[in-house]
């Protein structure tokens, strides 16, 4: 959901880092900038500005993410804006006094480490903005190291012209811009956490999320019309990405919430073809081409052996030749019951990049107690179920 407009840009700690498109709107400021000031642009400045822009958001993000490794709160994927990320945690959820899915809050994995919420939430704030603080002071101590006059660094200028300079105000205004309560900043995620649990807190983590992007909203518009007005352009590009950072995030939350509010029972196959183990690849591959599945359930009588996919069928058959399906098949593989949530589901087939879980029914008692196989959920149905559940969640809200 988080991962739309945004390009990937590798991983770092076995975190995913992917580029949103608001960094393109600063190459364009940066340009602006250039042409304000009456400076023929130079692509190779612009873009090591706007470079200097991108290493310092990484930064950031490096210390959120050895801080979140450290506290038991491994992030899965980080999205980079201008002003920071946006976090992907590899979260369990925990159920508040309620059953609705909408109460539950996302609660960090603790590994080892004996600390409340609020420590981890204050760790977790305050990472990024140290990083960036410390590079910010580290480079200003060089540049006065390098004989630059003290007073040169003062007012703050970040222009293509003094590319150091530029970092060291780059970093400090990062360090800043995160201690402001606009969420998705830092201080603006510390400021939802405060909304899901202070003594009266809201009625659930979304509405938690949703008074924390009005606030965001509110900060961000501010921001962006002193920015214009004072012709103060970082200051709008501040409003501007904490403005589409916090719509994001907010689309990510209700996104979420019905998903964790969706059982399996209601979005899992039904009427799917399964495999045993002793078919031949041949016969596999013809099964597989006459469905529209991608993943097949391998079954011996009536019990689950393994998970097989038409691309293993595939290249087994061009590097071996024909043989059989036991050779071939996964028998490592999730398995799920009726009652699971569809986010349950998810948070499996994207951590351990699974593309099918077979959704089992236990029956009988006792020695006689057995599983059995009711139905598939496969990351190919799934991204349709969720399309689905994501409309059909707007037009609720429209009739509303």
């Known amino acids: 959901m988080l991962k739309s407009l945004s390009i990937p840009a590798g991983r770092i700690f076995g975190v995913e880092l992917r580029i949103h498109w608001t960094f393109l709107v600063l190459l364009g400021l940066v340009l602006l900038k250039e042409v304000e000031t009456g400076i023929m642009p130079d692509p190779a400045r612009d873009f090591a500005l706007a470079a200097i822009f991108a290493f310092s958001v990484l930064l950031h993000e490096l210390g959120h993410a050895l801080v979140s490794k450290l506290i038991g709160s491994p992030l899965r994927a980080s999205i980079l804006l201008p002003i920071g990320g946006i976090h992907v945690l590899e979260e369990n959820t925990a159920d508040t ?113 949703r008074r924390a992007v009005t606030i965001g909203q509110s900060i961000a518009m501010t921001a962006m019309l002193g920015g214009i007005i004072s012709n103060n352009i970082w200051l709008a590009l501040f409003g501007f990405s904490v403005f589409i950072g916090a719509k994001l995030e907010e689309r990510s939350a209700i996104f979420h919430a019905v998903l964790e509010s969706v059982r399996l029972e209601e979005v899992m196959l039904t009427d799917f073809a399964t495999l045993a183990p002793s078919d031949t690849l041949e016969d596999a591959f013809d099964r597989a081409v006459h469905t529209l599945q991608d993943d097949f359930p391998v079954v011996r009588e009536s019990a689950m052996v393994g998970v097989v996919s038409r691309q293993s069928i595939l290249l087994a058959l061009k590097d071996d030749g024909n043989s059989y399906v036991q050779g071939v098949m996964d028998r490592f593989y999730e398995v799920a019951h009726r009652g699971e949530s569809l986010a349950w589901a998810f948070r499996k087939l994207a951590s351990h990049q699974h593309t099918l879980i077979p959704v089992l029914e236990v029956r009988g008692e006792g020695d006689a107690q057995q599983q059995r196989l009711v139905g598939i959920v496969t990351l190919q149905n799934l991204m349709h179920s969720m399309q689905l559940l994501a409309e059909s969640k707007k037009l609720k809200q429209s009739a509303e």
Do not use: C, K
């Open 97 to 209: 006094d309620t059953n609705d899915a909408d109460n539950r809050i996302p609660e960090p994995i603790i590994s080892g480490a004996n600390l409340s919420r609020l420590q981890r939430e204050l760790y977790l704030t305050f990472a990024g903005p140290l990083v960036n603080f410390a590079m910010g002071t580290g480079i200003a101590t060089v540049l006065i190291l390098l004989g630059e006059p003290t007073g040169s660094l003062w007012p703050p200028v970040i222009h293509t012209t003094q590319l150091l300079r530029s970092a060291m105000w780059v970093n400090l205004g990062l360090a800043l811009a995160n201690l402001v309560p606009a969420f998705p900043t830092d201080a603006g995620r510390l400021l939802r956490w405060w909304l899901a649990h202070r003594p009266h807190p809201l009625a659930n983590y979304l509405s938690a999320t």
